[in-house]
C-alpha cells in the first residue's frame, strides 16, 4: 500500500500549485483522503478532507475559499492551490482513512511546497 504525493515547487505569493497523490496496492475509493501540512518545529496541520464518496470536503480555515480538494474515479486525489502565499509554504502529505475510522492510517511520503513573497 502507498500513496504518492506529487506536484509541489517553487512559486511567487498569488501563484497556483496543483498537488497529486496517487494510492496503489489497494482500493482507495471508499476511504476518505486528506492533505496536511507541517513545517519544521511545528506539528503537521489539517488542511483538507473529502469523503469517500466524494460528496463532501472540509477545510481548515486558514486555507478556505483558495483551496479544493478533489479525487478523481480512480485513486488519485487532488489538492488545487490557488492565490498562495508565503504562509502556505510546508511539506504537504497525503492520507487515507477507513471511512469507519478516525485514524489516518495511510501516509504519502511528502511534497514540498515553496511560496516567495
Same mark, same amino acid.
Given at each position: 500500500v502507498?500513496?504518492?504525493? *506529487?506536484?509541489g515547487g517553487l512559486v511567487q505569493a498569488g501563484d497556483s500549485l496543483r498537488l497529486s497523490c496517487a494510492a496503489s496496492g489497494r482500493t482507495f475509493s471508499r476511504y476518505a483522503r486528506g492533505w496536511f501540512r507541517q513545517t519544521p518545529g511545528k506539528?503537521?496541520?489539517?488542511?483538507?478532507?473529502?469523503?469517500? *464518496?466524494g460528496g463532501n470536503t472540509y477545510y481548515a480555515d486558514s486555507v478556505k475559499g483558495r483551496f479544493t480538494i478533489s479525487r478523481d474515479s480512480a485513486n488519485t486525489?487532488?489538492?488545487q492551490m490557488n492565490r498562495l502565499k508565503a504562509e502556505d509554504t510546508a511539506v504537504y502529505y497525503c492520507a487515507a482513512r477507513d471511512s469507519s475510522s478516525t485514524r489516518w492510517g495511510y501516509w504519502g511520503?511528502?511534497?514540498?511546497?515553496t511560496v516567495s513573497s
Amino acid at each position: 500500500v502507498q500513496l504518492q504525493a *506529487s506536484g509541489g515547487g517553487l512559486v511567487q505569493a498569488g501563484d497556483s500549485l496543483r498537488l497529486s497523490c496517487a494510492a496503489s496496492g489497494r482500493t482507495f475509493s471508499r476511504y476518505a483522503r486528506g492533505w496536511f501540512r507541517q513545517t519544521p518545529g511545528k506539528e503537521r496541520e489539517f488542511v483538507a478532507y473529502i469523503t469517500g *464518496s466524494g460528496g463532501n470536503t472540509y477545510y481548515a480555515d486558514s486555507v478556505k475559499g483558495r483551496f479544493t480538494i478533489s479525487r478523481d474515479s480512480a485513486n488519485t486525489v487532488y489538492l488545487q492551490m490557488n492565490r498562495l502565499k508565503a504562509e502556505d509554504t510546508a511539506v504537504y502529505y497525503c492520507a487515507a482513512r477507513d471511512s469507519s475510522s478516525t485514524r489516518w492510517g495511510y501516509w504519502g511520503q511528502g511534497t514540498q511546497v515553496t511560496v516567495s513573497s
